[in-house]
């Protein structure tokens, strides 16, 4: 079976192999090292020199954290999306009882960071953005970079989903003056769901200080507190902790240029390839993103179908799209665990199914 879908993606035999070990006193001798050990390799790729916390849940609990984390209900903040996970962001901040503007693009067209200096410029009461790095749902990869800058610019706090870049692409946290960045252990980490990581700010701190939106299970001051007992509050993924002992170590050794490298390589190999097919791809093509790539349908193909064939015929698993794009598009997940080889198998395939999911 080939796993292409942007997540839960295939893990390496190293890892699955690590979560079959027995558990640990989670408040004992052995789990302080093994918790410190893994955050400070994080800290390494989230290249940030702020806390990272680790928290038990899917990569959704993250974005609900950072929300919960540093708001107050009826707080002004600017939502940008672009795609399904940005619906999904500024919904928890609705939900939760902030003040939200959304910004909407396009899905699959990029944020213009000029739209955001704009938005920011024209109402001086909004005091946070909120934003989806990498947007899985449409295959495109928004310039964090440019639009850090616009919200330190303007002094805001910048609360980014990075669930389906960070460890695959060059994210600079500090560097680009994000506050708050979640992931999830289930996307380029090589790891089974389980587990979000969270980095947070001096600024982020600060605005945590006041926030006041309800929060218990999430909140990081608990989780700061632990931390420094070598602990978490609540009991954490011990499995899931130990496979990611074991794969930040091959993504260090790999090196972190590398693996960016090889995100970047397999990215292009499979546009290229689509493109090849005669197929053509969602998202405008300068901002596709090099961790999932989605495939627009066309007259003559039938998506749904061809998600079949290549399931039911190959034994291969693709996506199809969410929300509205749901019968409308393909995608296509290369992150984490993936190497060209992967990808020059998948497209194979591929070119096999196509004439059987013609209309
Ligand atoms: C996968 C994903 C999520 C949701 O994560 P869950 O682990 O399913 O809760 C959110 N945002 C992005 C960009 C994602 O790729």
Known sequence: MQLRIPGPTPCPPEALEAMGRQMMNHRGGEFAPLLRSITERLQRIFQTNGDVLLLTSSGTGGMEAAIVNTLSPGDRVLSITNGFFGERFSDIAVAYGADVTRLSYEWGTPVDPDGVARALREDT????????????????????????????????????????????????????????????????????????????????????????????????????????????????????????????????????????????RVGQKTRDG???????????????????????????????????????????????????????ILRIGHLGYVCDEDIDLFLEVLEKALPQAKK
Not at 248 to 258: F, K, P, S, Y
Not at 282 to 305: C, N
């Open 125 to 264: 009461a909004i005091k946070a953005v909120l934003m989806v790095h990498n947007e899985t749902s449409t295959g495109m990869a928004n310039d964090l970079e440019r639009i850090g800058t616009v919200a330190r610019e303007f002094e805001k706090l910048l609360l980014v989903d990075a669930i389906s870049s960070l460890g695959c692409v060059n994210l600079p946290v500090d560097d680009w003056h994000c506050d708050v960045v979640i992931t999830g252990s289930q996307k380029g980490w090589m790891v089974p769901p389980g587990l979000a990581m969270v980095s947070v700010s001096e600024r982020a701190w600060q605005a945590h200080a006041r926030a006041r939106m309800p929060r218990c299970y999430w909140d990081f001051s608990l989780a700061m507190d632990s931390y420094r007992k070598g602990q978490t509050p609540w009991t954490p993924a011990v499995s899931v902790c130990y496979a990611l002992d074991t794969t930040l170590d091959m993504m260090l050794n790999e090196g972190l240029d590398n693996v960016f490298l090889r995100h970047a």
């Open 274 to 328: 689509i493109k090849a097919l005669g197929l053509s791809l969602f998202p405008d093509e300068d901002y596709a993103s090099d961790t999932v790539t989605a495939v627009s349908g066309a007259d003559w193909l039938d998506i749904p179908r061809l998600i079949r064939v290549l399931r039911e015929q190959y034994d291969v698993i693709v996506a199809g799209g969410m929300g509205k794009l749901s019968t409308k």
